[in-house]
């Protein structure tokens, strides 16, 4: 069973910055995406950033990272391999950004995966229960 447990949202002023964070418990795969989703009422769930991670057998990882045009530059998304914990730094936060984030994993054979997964959740197969993000103008 794969557990995400989501924290770090919050409400913050238009520019600010908030960081949010997803551990993973039980995500058995040497190749994986990760990443963070959002959600506003009435509106399609949206991809917003993607982590895909190749593990090798001495620890190190390959990773490949990727991004919503409309967070690019803005967001940072990371990962702590020792602690599955994927995190997304969001400064210059807009009120657009407002949403519920979700943090999502499915196990990955190619980044490609990850990237396409931007514009179609439904190829995660894990899901977080969503963490609110509030930015006020």
């Known amino acids: 069973q794969v557990d995400l447990v989501e924290s770090g949202g919050g409400s913050v002023q238009a520019g600010g910055s908030l960081k949010l964070s997803c551990t993973a418990s039980?995500?058995?795969?040497?190749?994986?995406?990760m990443g963070w989703f959002r959600q506003v009422p009435g509106k399609e769930r949206e991809g917003v950033a993607t982590?895909?991670?190749?593990?090798?057998?001495?620890?190190?990882?390959?990773?490949?990272?990727y991004y919503a045009d409309s967070v690019k530059g803005r967001f940072t998304i990371s990962r702590d391999n020792a602690e599955t914990t994927v995190s997304l730094l969001m400064n210059s936060l807009k009120p657009e950004d407002t949403a519920t984030y979700y943090c999502?994993?499915?196990?990955?054979?190619?980044?490609?995966?990850?990237?396409?997964?931007?514009?179609?959740?439904?190829?995660?197969?894990?899901w977080g229960t969503g963490t609110q993000v509030t930015v006020s103008s």
């Open positions: 999502a994993a499915v196990g990955a054979r190619l980044g490609d995966f990850c990237l396409s997964a931007l514009s179609d959740h439904y190829a995660m197969r894990y």
């Open positions: 039980g995500l058995a795969y040497n190749r994986n995406c």
């Open positions: 982590i895909y991670t190749n593990f090798y057998d001495a620890g190190d990882a390959d990773i490949s990272t």
